[in-house]
């Protein structure tokens, strides 16, 4: 345990330290800022003229239904801004820190660091270790990320985003029940991606070998975003309520289905359940073929080759 802590500590602090990381951590949040502020200070340019306002008056009636029908717009409104902000959070951070670690991986294969750690280093607590690390780098990340917009629209005054006023723009959402279950798939979705990751990188000599390998595990994540975005507007239809139980998709199409708040106990635990196996069975290949193909150089490596590799004792 304490060399897989050293090795987390290493990677962490080692991306982090890079100048890549802090241009990006900073850049990422100006870009987004000017998407989002150029149009709000264009609509409060326009607001400044003088307007005439007519008031109509209304029966007692009238102006409760009109009162319900806004409320619920608002209501589904913030459920479906709520679902698709987690949801592409996750399909972001699996595609872009699980790339990561299969990166690092292949680096240090290709440098041979590898084979100086390994002689004191277990495969598989090296290969925890890295996937840890950088999954601390990316919540770092994105923290940052977070403060920045918090601060960003408190300045702006922009209602939707505000600190003053989430509330009142989001009152069909249960933020609580949200946060915790997108921790959960948030690092169970990552988790279970990453060491798939790890393995692709341990079996492969370069960043090109590995496209050979990629696809079989990308379109899991692409078909889950698109499932995601038609589930938007049908949250409890089959296609979303099967694909929020299957492992490979449930950590970004359930995240669309929970804000609607129609999704059953028995379903989240069914569904939480599956993924954490998932993870546990996926890491346990993903470690048999990382021992062998670590050390694997100058062999074009094959489907038939890994199936080999996931057999050995």
């Known amino acids: ?26 850049l990422t949040p100006l870009l987004m800022a000017a998407l989002i502020g150029m149009p709000v200070w264009l ?34 409104e913030s459920r479906l801004i709520t ?31 590898v084979e100086i750690i390994i002689s004191s280093v277990r495969p598989f607590e090296l290969m925890v270790g890295k996937i840890a690390g ?35 723009v989001f009152p069909a959402v249960n933020a609580v029940e949200i946060a915790f279950f997108f921790i959960i798939y948030f690092l169970g979705g990552y988790l279970l991606y990453a060491s798939l990751f790890a393995a692709i990188g341990a079996a492969s000599n370069s960043e090109t070998d590995t496209q ?11 078909f889950a975003m698109l499932v995601a975005v ?12 099967w694909t929020s139980l299957i492992p490979f998709t449930s950590p970004i199409v359930m995240m669309i ?22 993870f546990w069975v996926t890491t ?3 470690a048999k073929i990382y021992r062998t193909g670590i050390l694997m150089y100058g062999k074009k490596v094959t489907y038939n080759e890994i199936w080999k590799w996931m057999r050995y004792k």
């Open 257 to 278: 289905r929970i804000p609607a708040g129609d999704v059953r106990a028995w379903e989240l635990i069914l569904s939480v359940s599956l993924l954490l196996l998932s």
């Open 284 to 286: 346990w290949i993903a």
């Open 1 to 26: 345990m304490n060399k897989t802590l050293i090795i987390i500590q290493r990677e962490y602090l080692t991306r982090v330290r890079k100048k890549s990381f802090v241009v990006m951590t900073l």
């Open 212 to 222: 050979q390998f990629m696809l079989p595990i990308i379109l899991p994540v692409v």
């Open 43 to 76: 609509s409060k340019a326009d607001d400044m003229g003088t307007k005439e306002i007519i008031v109509i008056e209304q029966t007692g009636k009238q102006e409760s239904v009109l009162l319900e029908t806004s409320g619920e717009e608002v209501a589904n």
């Open 134 to 168: 950088i999954a601390l780098v990316g919540l770092t990340q994105f923290s940052i990320w977070a403060a920045i917009a918090v601060l960003f629209a408190c300045f702006m005054e922009i209602p939707a985003i505000s600190a003053h006023s989430l509330i009142p």
């Open 83 to 113: 679902g698709m902000a987690t949801a592409i959070l996750i399909y972001f951070f699996i595609l872009v820190y699980g790339a990561m670690v299969m990166r690092g991986v292949v680096e240090e294969k290709t440098n041979r660091i």
């Open 230 to 241: 038609n589930s938007a507007s049908d949250p409890n239809g089959q296609l979303a309520f």
